[in-house]
């Protein structure tokens, strides 16, 4: 990483759903590139914690929704959500949790160097469980990590999703019997050794877009390790909770966090 790593260089205003949130596109360093990002800041005058949005998808499917933001910047957090490498109007290639993992560094650094910041919590949903993951085993001082409905385990993204194979293989070079230490490098359960960060995983059980398998094996796992670790299962929901249950976990989600 470098030092002008989570500087910010450019940051317009964007149209906000709530008179009390302000919304801005930004344009960061991240390892050298200009990547751009989300910025939610509440009016209201104060420190607070800083919130890590790293969506999920790849390139235009699951794009960053600034309603979302809102959703948890209302919850008394300034929050930032990269757009990753290559997407919007950045620079570089997005890399499925290869290189472009610096593009959610950089944003860490960014809010932890944000003046009104006091204590930077990780979030990521779906692809964004990888990349949280990442950035928490990166950066032991971050306050916590939530993973929802989130990916642990390339190996297994790619026996699963049959659909994504090609865009893998395209990203990633090859298949992960050709090279392993590629998916080995992308996969969290292999390096969870280095997590110092409170745990929360929330998963739907009949999630057919990223499977409970990838959270049963990193909550398995960090138990082993004897990591501090919690799990929210919901027995009848799939990747996206019903809107009012989505509300009520998002309210629970931001209350753990405070209290880590």
């Known amino acids: 990483m470098t030092n002008a790593?989570?500087?910010?260089?450019?940051?317009?205003?964007?149209?906000?759903?709530?008179?009390?949130?302000?919304?801005?596109?930004v344009t960061y360093y991240a390892d050298g590139?200009?990547?751009?990002?989300?910025?939610?800041?509440?009016?209201?005058?104060?420190?607070?914690?800083?919130?890590?949005y790293l969506r999920g998808g790849i390139k235009n499917v699951g794009k960053v929704r600034p309603g979302r933001l809102v959703q948890f910047a209302s919850e008394g957090f300034i929050v930032f959500a990269p757009f990753y490498r290559g997407n919007q109007g950045g620079e570089g290639n997005e890399d499925f949790a290869g290189e472009d993992r610096k593009d959610a560094f950089s944003a860490f650094e960014l809010l932890r160097t944000h003046p009104r910041v006091s204590k930077v919590h990780i979030?990521?949903?779906?692809?964004?469980?990888?990349?949280?993951?990442?950035?928490?085993?990166?950066?032991?001082?971050?306050?916590?990590?939530?993973?929802?409905?989130?990916?642990?385990?390339?190996?297994?993204t790619y026996v699963?999703?049959?659909?994504?194979?090609?865009?893998?293989?395209?990203?990633?070079?090859g298949t992960p019997t050709k090279f392993p230490d590629r998916y080995k490098y992308r996969t969290p359960l292999f390096h969870l050794e280095k997590l110092q960060v409170p745990t929360l995983i929330i998963h739907?059980?009949?999630?057919?877009?990223?499977?409970?398998?990838?959270?049963?094996?990193?909550?398995?796992?960090?138990?082993?390790?004897?990591?501090?670790?919690?799990?929210?299962?919901?027995?009848?929901?799939?990747?996206?909770?019903?809107?009012?249950?989505?509300?009520?976990?998002v309210r629970d989600l931001t209350k753990w966090m405070k209290n880590q």
């Open 5 to 25: 790593d989570g500087q910010i260089m450019m940051k317009q205003k964007f149209p906000s759903p709530n008179p009390s949130i302000e919304l801005s596109i």
């Open 33 to 52: 590139l200009k990547v751009r990002g989300m910025l939610a800041e509440p009016k209201a005058e104060g420190t607070y914690d800083g919130f890590l």
């Open 123 to 156: 979030f990521g949903f779906s692809r964004g469980g990888v990349m949280a993951l990442l950035t928490a085993i990166h950066f032991p001082e971050a306050a916590s990590v939530v993973t929802w409905g989130g990916v642990s385990d390339m190996f297994l």
């Open 160 to 173: 699963e999703r049959k659909d994504l194979r090609r865009m893998m293989k395209r990203v990633i070079g």
């Open 204 to 249: 739907g059980v009949k999630d057919q877009n990223v499977s409970i398998d990838h959270s049963y094996r990193l909550e398995k796992r960090l138990k082993v390790l004897d990591k501090k670790v919690e799990t929210w299962y919901f027995d009848s929901f799939t990747h996206y909770f019903p809107p009012q249950v989505n509300r009520e976990v």
